[in-house]
C-alpha cells in the first residue's frame, strides 16, 4: 500500500507578495515568451525556481539551478516564502472549462513515500528523459521537489469524500484554484 502522509509545506508569504504576480503555469506547457512575461510580472515569480532561464555563459557553478537554489534560499531568508508551521494535507481544486463543459479535479498534496515501481505506485505515461533529467536536477539543487507528481487513486470505502466535503464547503479562492490545509486528520 503506498504511504502518504502530511507534511511541512513552502508557501508564499501573501502579507509580501500578490499570489497573481507569482504564480506561475506548469514548466512543461511555458514558452519562452511567457517565461519573459512572468520574470517581467514579479521578480519573486515561482517561474525563476521552477523554470528559470538559461544562458550561453552557463557552468557547473552557475545555471539554472544553481539560480534556482539561491532564490529559494533568499526567498525563505526574506520572508518571501515561509515554512508552513505545522504538518497538513493540502486538498486542491482546480476547475477549467474544455469542449464548452465545466470541469473540476480535485486532489490532495501529501508527501508520499517513494516505493518500487508497481508495488502501489504505477506509471501512468511514457515520459521522455530531458525533462526527467531536469526535474531530478531541480530536486536536488534545492531539496525540495517543487513539480507535484498527480496520482489517481481508488478508494472502495469513498472515505476521502467526506474529507473533502468538510473541507470545501468554505472555499478560500485563489483564482481558479483553490486550497484549504488540513492539519487535523487522523488515518487509520
Not at 520574470?39 to 544562458?55: L, M, T
Amino acid at each position: 500500500m503506498t504511504e502518504v502522509q502530511p507534511f511541512r509545506a513552502i508557501i508564499y508569504n501573501t502579507d509580501r507578495v500578490k499570489g497573481d504576480e507569482v504564480v506561475s503555469p506548469p514548466y512543461d506547457v511555458i514558452s519562452e515568451e511567457l517565461k519573459e512575461n512572468l520574470y517581467a510580472r514579479s521578480p519573486f515569480n515561482i517561474v525563476r525556481i521552477d523554470f528559470g532561464k538559461v544562458y550561453n555563459t552557463d557552468n557547473d557553478l552557475e545555471n539554472r539551478y544553481t539560480r534556482a537554489k539561491n532564490y529559494l534560499d533568499e526567498w525563505l531568508t526574506k520572508g518571501i516564502l515561509k515554512e508552513t508551521s505545522t504538518e497538513a494535507y493540502y486538498l486542491y481544486e482546480v476547475k477549467y472549462r474544455k469542449d464548452n463543459k465545466d470541469i473540476s479535479m480535485k486532489g490532495i498534496f501529501g508527501r508520499v513515500r517513494l516505493t518500487e515501481l508497481c508495488k502501489g505506485v504505477y506509471p501512468h505515461e511514457a515520459t521522455h528523459s530531458k525533462p526527467k533529467a531536469d526535474r531530478l536536477n531541480l530536486m536536488k539543487y534545492c531539496k525540495a521537489n517543487l513539480s507535484p507528481i498527480f496520482s489517481i487513486y481508488r478508494s472502495q470505502k469513498r472515505d476521502h469524500h467526506k474529507v473533502f466535503d468538510k473541507y470545501l464547503k468554505k472555499p478560500r479562492p485563489i483564482y481558479l484554484h483553490w486550497i484549504w490545509t488540513v492539519s487535523d486528520i487522523v488515518c487509520g
